[in-house]
């Protein structure tokens, strides 16, 4: 079972960059990062996925360590909008295991932005 | 919008009592989730179902059942209702639902559960 651990919450300002950390030091072979953001009243959104190095989209980045037993969720420039609760998931991608374990969301880490 | 809908927005009702939460994935996706989040446990994976069968079980109590059908469309019935139950239930959809792969899910808006 890869459990995740993240911060309960970070607060920062607007226009800084914004890192959230999560530890998974049960991390296996074929295990995925995902992160997702939720606000309030609203189901989660999809922001990024990776398995190791460095993943970039539009919206964030994705920063994983050649033991891949953390990742970091970047943020650049944040906006009072970014202000959301942020999960990290680890999943498995073959028929050896995963089901429920990849589905775990927790509490996450509640991210607020202030002017 | 994800495309996700789920059926009703609000839902009101007594303890002892049952409801059926409704919700239909996206157009082409097979596989359903559904979650539960209450404001002390977090976000709770309860199922998943793919294209009509059992996937994956979470923390759901026996209380709790949920079935997708041959459209794929998928409800949630809650029975027994205890005051603990108040909470936002999620319904999510990915395009297949491998076993064990971390798809991406499009959650929908949620149902509001308050069992007075």
């Known amino acids: 079972l890869a459990k995740t651990t993240q911060p309960i919450s970070m607060d920062s300002y607007e226009g800084q960059e914004v890192n959230i950390t999560c530890s998974h030091n049960?991390?296996?072979?074929?295990?995925?990062i995902t992160w997702y953001q939720q606000f309030p009243s609203q189901g989660p959104r999809f922001i990024i996925q990776?398995?190791?190095t460095k993943v970039t989209n539009e919206v964030a980045s994705l920063f994983i360590p050649a033991d891949r037993k953390s990742s970091t969720l970047s943020l650049p420039r944040v906006s009072l909008s970014d202000t959301a609760v942020y999960y990290c998931?680890?999943?498995?991608?073959?028929?050896?295991?995963?089901?429920?374990?990849?589905?775990?969301f927790g509490k996450g880490t509640h991210l607020i932005i202030q002017p | 919008d994800s495309g996700v809908t789920q059926t009703p927005k609000h839902l009101i009702t007594a303890t002892g009592q049952r409801v059926t939460l409704r919700c239909s994935p996206r157009s082409g996706d097979l596989s359903v989730y559904w979650y539960q989040q209450s404001l002390d446990q977090g976000l709770q994976f309860l199922i998943q179902?793919?294209?009509?069968?059992?996937?994956a079980k979470g923390n759901i109590l026996e209380r709790f059942s949920a079935q997708q059908f041959p459209d794929l469309h998928s409800e949630l019935n809650l029975s027994s209702l205890e005051l603990g139950d108040s909470a936002l239930y999620f319904c999510?959809?990915?395009?297949?639902?491998?076993?064990?792969?971390?798809?991406?899910?499009?959650f929908g808006p949620g149902t509001r559960l308050l069992v007075l």
């Open positions: 990776g398995y190791k």
């Open positions: 998931l680890v999943g498995d991608l073959g028929e050896s295991g995963g089901g429920a374990d990849g589905l775990t």
């Open positions: 049960n991390i296996a072979t074929n295990d995925y």
């Open positions: 999510a959809s990915s395009v297949l639902g491998r076993k064990g792969v971390q798809e991406t899910q499009y």
């Open positions: 179902y793919y294209n009509g069968e059992e996937r």
